[in-house]
């Protein structure tokens, strides 16, 4: 039997090359990011503008699709906002809007950021109370997806660990290994407590593009 067809956004990230390399498991995978790769799975899009991400899908006619892309950096998105809403509303919409027209299955990556931290423990139908412009991005991709694409699913993340194997990403451990091979201090919140998840996506193939139906929001 062929594997469905996975367009996974966001593949150049820290989460992006493990998700790739899980995901092929269970799909036919290509991968989509900002820069153009020479390779006949590979795809270049730009989720902020919508006819580089109608390009893509007319290109992979993805049956699923994984958004990972995302401006993460939390004090980037405080100094430049409208480039944040552009990248982490604008962007998801736009992917929202092109999986309608495919009829492709939506993931998209949300964080733990929505919330204010004042609870302990959060549910699904708890309301977002977003305290950084971050969080406030994400609470509104959310909203703007959903309310385009009610069957996608919206995984929030709290803490994703694990090593990058290259420069240039986000991944918390590469940081920190950096900074302690420099002999730099490192400074950590001693009053913050996540429930991380390993950055190997060992389970999303199985429980969230296969066995889920209809909309949800998963918290880590």
């Known amino acids: 039997m062929d594997k469905s067809r996975l ?10 090359a493990h998700a790739a390399r899980k995901l092929a498991e269970s799909f036919e ?3 989509g990011s900002r820069v153009a790769i020479t390779d006949s799975r590979s795809v270049q899009i730009d989720i902020t503008d919508a006819s580089s991400v109608a390009a893509a899908f007319q290109r992979v006619k993805p049956n699923a699709v994984l958004l ?7 004090d980037r998105c405080e100094a430049e906002p409208e480039l944040a809403f552009a990248t982490n509303v604008r962007g998801p919409e736009n992917v929202a809007n092109a999986c309608v027209r495919s009829n492709a299955r939506l993931l998209f990556t949300s964080s733990a950021a929505v919330f ?6 959060y549910t699904e139908e708890d309301a977002p109370a977003p305290l950084s412009v971050y969080g406030e991005t994400k609470a509104s991709a959310e909203a703007a997806i959903l309310a385009v694409l009610p069957s996608a699913i ?6 994703v660990i694990g090593f990058a194997g290259k420069k240039g990403t986000n991944a918390m451990l590469e940081n920190l290994s950096a900074s302690w091979a420099s002999g730099s201090p490192v400074a950590t919140p001693t009053f913050e407590y996540r429930n991380p998840i390993d950055a190997l996506f060992k389970r999303i193939s199985d429980e969230c593009m296969i066995a889920r139906p209809g909309p949800a929001i998963a918290l880590s």
Request: no cysteine; hydrophobic share 55%.
């Open 116 to 121: 204010d931290g004042s609870k302990h423990g």
């Open 154 to 159: 919206i995984l929030r993340f709290a803490l």
């Open 29 to 31: 995978v290509f991968t």
């Open 68 to 74: 990972l892309a995302a401006l993460s950096d939390i």
């Open 7 to 16: 367009l996974l956004i966001g593949a150049s990230g820290f989460l992006g």
